[in-house]
């Protein structure tokens, strides 16, 4: 299986700061790389896709980019329904799929 | 709306088995992968496996292919997980969830299924 190593494993942060937050692949994934988002007690949801598009409805301020191993998700301009957990997922290997430990970005 | 409704939380014992169903409603079933994703408490999220509803045909995770059984009912538009031979470290939050046909990308999810496997 491909291994996604994400960094850091959380992160304190400010309202109005901006995170970076990185997600490393054991091989070349190409731009198969997913973002999702989770707040306590919910199910995840989709937030990047494809390295750098937005799913429907997520702010501009969430910016993807990367390509073969390395990849980050930068969030300018925090606000306070950000702080969550948020996870990087390769859906390059389709019957091995894999996802980061997770970043918890806290207030 | 487009959502995914999975059953209630569920306690098994150790070596018993678990189903999990998972109800699709507001697009076709038939067009979109059903995934198994879960998550132990604290922990991060574990592809299980997946099954294309319009053939039946799944691809289970290497690490459960001895353990996990996925099946659907296209007149229900249901999809189903069964987990056998239950330890407690498979106590978790079962999450269903949706792909398009051609990718993994994951853009709709359920709201979990907590399972506990306690004596």
Same mark, same amino acid.
């Given at each position: 299986?491909?291994?996604?190593?994400?960094?850091?494993?959380?992160?304190?942060?400010?309202?109005?700061?901006?995170?970076?937050?990185?997600?490393?692949?054991?091989?070349?994934?190409?731009?198969?790389?997913?973002?999702?988002?989770?707040?306590?007690?919910?199910?995840?949801?989709?937030?990047?896709?494809?390295?750098?598009?937005?799913?429907?409805?997520?702010?501009?301020?969430?910016?993807?980019?990367?390509?073969?191993?390395?990849?980050?998700?930068?969030?300018?301009?925090?606000?306070?329904?950000?702080?969550?957990?948020?996870?990087?997922?390769?859906?390059?290997?389709?019957?091995?799929?894999?996802?980061?430990?997770?970043?918890?970005?806290?207030? | 709306?487009?959502?995914?409704?999975?059953?209630?939380?569920?306690?098994?014992?150790?070596?018993?088995?678990?189903?999990?169903?998972?109800?699709?409603?507001?697009?076709?079933?038939?067009?979109?992968? $059903?995934?198994?994703?879960?998550?132990?408490?604290?922990?991060?999220?574990?592809?299980?496996?997946? $099954?294309?509803?319009?053939?039946?045909?799944?691809?289970?995770?290497?690490?459960?292919?001895?353990?996990?059984?996925?099946?659907?009912?296209?007149?229900?538009?249901?999809?189903?997980?069964?987990?056998?031979?239950?330890?407690?470290?498979?106590?978790?939050?079962?999450?269903?969830?949706?792909?398009?046909?051609?990718?993994? $990308? $994951?853009?709709?999810?359920?709201?979990?299924?907590?399972?506990?496997?306690?004596?």
């Amino acid at each position: 299986d491909i291994q996604m190593t994400q960094s850091p494993s959380s992160l304190s942060a400010s309202v109005g700061d901006r995170v970076t937050i990185t997600c490393r692949a054991s091989q070349s994934i190409f731009t198969y790389l997913n973002w999702y988002q989770q707040k306590p007690g919910k199910a995840p949801e989709l937030l990047v896709y494809a390295v750098s598009n937005l799913q429907s409805g997520v702010p501009l301020r969430f910016i993807g980019s990367g390509s073969g191993t390395d990849f980050t998700l930068t969030i300018t301009n925090l606000q306070l329904q950000d702080f969550a957990t948020y996870y990087c997922q390769q859906s390059f290997n389709t019957l091995g799929i894999t996802f980061g430990q997770g970043t918890r970005l806290e207030i | 709306q487009e959502q995914l409704v999975q059953s209630g939380a569920d306690v098994k014992k150790p070596g018993a088995s678990v189903k999990v169903s998972c109800k699709a409603s507001g697009y076709t079933f038939t067009g979109y992968y $059903i995934h198994w994703v879960r998550q132990a408490p604290g922990q991060g999220l574990e592809w299980m496996g997946r $099954i294309n509803p319009n053939s039946g045909g799944t691809d289970p995770a290497q690490k459960f292919q001895d353990r996990v059984t996925m099946t659907r009912d296209t007149s229900l538009n249901t999809a189903y997980m069964e987990l056998s031979s239950l330890r407690s470290d498979d106590t978790a939050v079962y999450f269903c969830a949706r792909s398009p046909l051609f990718g993994a $990308i $994951i853009d709709l999810w359920g709201r979990g299924t907590l399972v506990t496997v306690s004596s």
